[in-house]
Nanobody, 126 residues
Framework: VQLQASGGGLVQAGGSLRLSCAASGRTFSSRAMGWFRQAPGQEREFVAAISWSGGSTYYADSVKGRFTISRDNAKNTVYLQMNSLKSEDTAIYYC????????????????????WGQGTQVTVSS
């Protein structure tokens, strides 16, 4: 699976952005997907994950209630709707696909993901 993230930009605190991650390849619909982010000088951190069917989701505590992950398997795309953005959300956001197909459990461990996209910059001004 090859991934292309888009939708980042500059937004004021309290604003919203919607990130998209377009996938190529025939195995997208069988893979759980995740969003991660990395701020300057910090380690990459988990943001959200969604099961292959879209029926289960999992969020980092820092974004719970503000961000929503979703997917459209017919369009080979996963989304991250980000509301009530804060300055601490500023980072490069990456999408990634689980290494194994058809897994039912969700994980925040980035070592379980492969096929990382190139990232999209999100900057939140205060």
């Amino acid at each position: 699976v090859q991934l292309q993230a888009s939708g980042g930009g500059l937004v004021q605190a309290g604003g919203s952005l919607r990130l998209s991650c377009a996938a190529s390849g025939r195995t997208f619909s069988s893979r759980a997907m995740g969003w991660f982010r990395q701020a300057p000088g910090q380690e990459r951190e988990f943001v959200a994950a969604i099961s292959w069917s879209g029926g289960s989701t999992y969020y980092a505590d820092s974004v719970k209630g503000r961000f929503t992950i979703s997917r459209d398997n017919a369009k080979n795309t996963v989304y991250l709707q980000m509301n009530s953005l804060k300055s601490e959300d500023t980072a490069i956001y990456y999408c990634a696909a689980r290494s194994v197909s058809w897994v039912t459990g969700l994980t925040s461990d980035d070592s379980d993901f492969t096929s990382w996209g190139q990232g999209t910059q999100v900057t939140v001004s205060s």
